[in-house]
C-alpha cells in the first residue's frame, strides 16, 4: 500500500521560513516525479513545484519561484519543500503527490497517489 506523509507545517510570521517533508512507503521514489500542491481556503487546488528523480530537473510556479526550493532525499525515500520568505498568501494546505505517469510539471490529473496535507498558516 502506497502512503505519502506530508509534515512540517505550522504557523509562521510572515518572512519566516519552513520546511516540509514528503515520507513515502509502498514505492521508492526514485524514479518518480514527485509534486507539491496546496489549497487555501475558499480556493482550488494550485500546482507550485515538481522533482523529477529520474534526472534532477525541478520545477516552480512562478508565485514561489526564488522563495521555494524541492529537493530530494533518495535515500530516506522523502521529499521536501524548503519554503523561505513566507507571505500570508501562502497560507493553505499543503500536499504531495506522485503516480506513475508523474511528469514535470507535475499536473494533478496525472497524479495517483496524495498524501493528506500539512496546513500552514503564515500570520502576526
Given at each position: 500500500?502506497?502512503?505519502?506523509v506530508?509534515s512540517?507545517?505550522?504557523?509562521v510570521?510572515p ?9 513515502a ?12 500542491f496546496r ?6 487546488r494550485e500546482?507550485?513545484?515538481c522533482?523529477n ?12 519561484k ?11 525515500n ?14 493553505a ?10 511528469t514535470i510539471?507535475?499536473?494533478s ?5 496524495w498524501?493528506?496535507?500539512s496546513l500552514?498558516?503564515?500570520s502576526s
Amino acid at each position: 500500500q502506497v502512503q505519502l506523509v506530508e509534515s512540517g507545517g505550522g504557523l509562521v510570521q510572515p518572512g519566516g521560513s519552513l520546511r516540509l517533508s514528503c515520507a513515502a512507503s509502498g514505492l521508492s521514489l526514485d524514479y518518480y516525479a514527485i509534486g507539491w500542491f496546496r489549497q487555501a481556503p475558499g480556493k482550488e487546488r494550485e500546482g507550485i513545484s515538481c522533482i523529477n528523480n529520474a534526472d534532477g530537473v525541478t520545477y516552480y510556479r512562478d508565485f514561489v519561484k526564488g522563495r521555494f526550493t524541492v529537493s530530494s532525499d533518495n535515500a530516506n525515500n522523502t521529499v521536501y519543500l524548503q519554503m523561505d520568505s513566507l507571505k500570508p498568501e501562502d497560507t493553505a494546505v499543503y500536499y504531495c503527490a506522485t503516480g506513475a505517469h508523474a511528469t514535470i510539471p507535475c499536473r494533478s490529473f496525472d497524479m495517483e497517489y496524495w498524501g493528506k496535507g500539512s496546513l500552514v498558516t503564515v500570520s502576526s
